[in-house]
């Protein structure tokens, strides 16, 4: 018996964490043929943790490797699809963001992809917490 259908669960990766996460919107295959998975993945989103952090003015910055991300050549943006995380993230305030970089960043932005080495540059720029 086929686990096909002619219906689906429509999920997105975050393009911060990574995670798939489900939209909930059904996907429906127009002849009525059992051609679809119980779960499609049809692009990028936010998932509910990220998209609370993007509305409260932060922007994440995901740390990637540059050796293992695939990209076009002569490419200067890596694309979500091309990019190895590593794992670490950061979120800054978008104010602090442009003011470290001197970089623009569009209000619809919610991340950037970073080398090694700029989170743990940024971590040791902050100002150590004091006891007592």
Do not use: N
Request: charged share 25%; aromatic share 6%.
């Amino acid at each position: 018996m086929s686990d096909k259908s002619y219906v689906s669960l429509e999920q997105r990766l975050c393009l911060v964490c990574g995670a798939a996460f489900e939209t909930g919107a059904i996907l429906l295959d127009q002849r009525l043929r059992a051609s679809l998975e119980r779960h499609t993945t049809t692009g990028w989103g936010l998932c509910a943790d990220d998209q609370k952090r993007f509305d409260d003015g932060f922007v994440a910055l995901v740390e990637c490797d540059p050796r293992r991300s695939g990209s076009m050549a002569g490419a200067t943006r890596v694309k979500p699809e091309h990019a190895y995380r590593t794992g670490r993230l950061a979120h800054l305030r978008r104010t602090v963001f442009t003011q470290l970089f001197h970089v623009p960043i569009e209000d619809v932005q919610a991340c950037v992809f970073v080398e090694p080495g700029v989170i743990d540059r940024l971590e040791s720029m902050a100002a150590p917490a004091v006891d007592g």
